[in-house]
């Protein structure tokens, strides 16, 4: 019961981003690059000013802690949160660019090839263990995912870098887990700020003057980008890696329905059967978690049969 709060973090967090592209498709005809500037601006600010208003206790907090611990534990926090900072914001960039310039499909792609490589980051480089069900979870969502690539070279390609990079920002801040996660994230983003900040003069459009692209940035900055990403990070306290990112299908199964309900994409029955099999590969996937509440009713029955 424990770690349900962390799974339903984790889903929570996936569960809105599978409406992400309901926040991007409105602005499309806007740079991908003025898209991301406004929104790492944007995040940057209002986390700050969160914390700074609401979370002063806290900061000091995790300034103590971080005061007294080890150099060399000082410095793998220190580069685990820059260097999460900056394939974070290849990540942000490269999805807003295929979203809004290759195709939905092309972004649900990636984070359906997301959990494997996640899966498979992990293991490698965290020796996470998994059950032979879940290998077999994983081994449904290759060959979902195989199924989908076929004959969509640009698709595959633009897919594999923006799910390498969310895969190895999951991995990475699996093992960054000392300190709060929202500061964390807040120090991430103004990383990112302080990154692209000289390239905002000189690659920058216009300053934005519809209020439809403030309205769809304030939905990116608080349920696409704030409440996601801290929900995210939360989730991989209590829960590994390859779990966290299989869960991932399930902002993918809302973006293969949004592009087909509600922006007319063309959907194959191959598309539909290899969607159906990713659904399973979660199901397999979390079994244990899925039916242990079953279980133990079960096991709570047979006891009170046996009194």
């Known amino acids: 019961m424990k770690k349900h709060k962390y799974y339903l973090a984790a889903f929570t967090a996936f569960f809105l981003w599978g409406f992400f592209s309901l926040g991007l498709k409105p602005i499309a005809h806007y740079p991908s690059l003025d898209i991301l500037f406004y929104r790492v601006f944007c995040s940057a600010l209002t986390m700050t000013a969160i914390n700074l208003v609401f979370r002063k206790k806290n900061i000091r907090k995790n300034w103590n802690t971080f005061s007294v611990m080890p150099l060399q534990k000082k410095r793998s926090i220190a580069a685990l949160t820059l260097i999460g900072a900056v394939i974070l914001s290849a990540n942000w960039f490269i999805f807003i660019y295929v979203v809004n310039h290759v195709s939905v499909k092309a972004g649900s792609l ?18 996470e263990k998994l059950t032979n069900w879940q290998w077999l979870a994983v081994s449904i969502s290759a060959f979902s995912c195989v199924i989908l690539s076929a004959n969509h070279f640009q698709d595959i390609f633009y897919s594999l870098v923006v799910a390498t990079t969310f895969a190895l920002y999951l991995v990475s801040q699996r093992k960054n887990s000392e300190l709060d996660k929202f500061l964390i994230l807040n120090i991430q983003l103004l990383f990112i700020a302080l990154l692209i900040l ?31 990403l801290f929900l995210n990070l939360y989730a991989l306290k209590g829960i590994n890696s390859s779990t966290v990112g299989i869960l991932m299908y399930i902002n993918q199964i809302i973006n293969f329905g949004l592009a087909f309900f509600y922006f007319n994409e063309q959907i194959s029955l191959v598309q539909l059967f290899s969607y159906c099999l990713i659904l399973i590969s979660i199901i397999v996937f979390n079994k244990n978690i899925i039916f242990e509440k079953k279980s133990k009713s079960e096991e709570i029955a047979v006891v009170s049969k046996s009194i």
């Open 110 to 127: 990636a984070y359906l090839i997301c959990p494997i490589l996640t899966t498979v980051f992990a293991f490698f480089l965290l020796h």
């Open 198 to 228: 000289p390239f905002y003069p000189k690659y920058s459009g216009a300053i934005p003057t519809e209020t439809l692209f403030y309205l769809c940035l304030f939905s990116i900055v608080v349920f696409f980008t704030i409440v996601p």
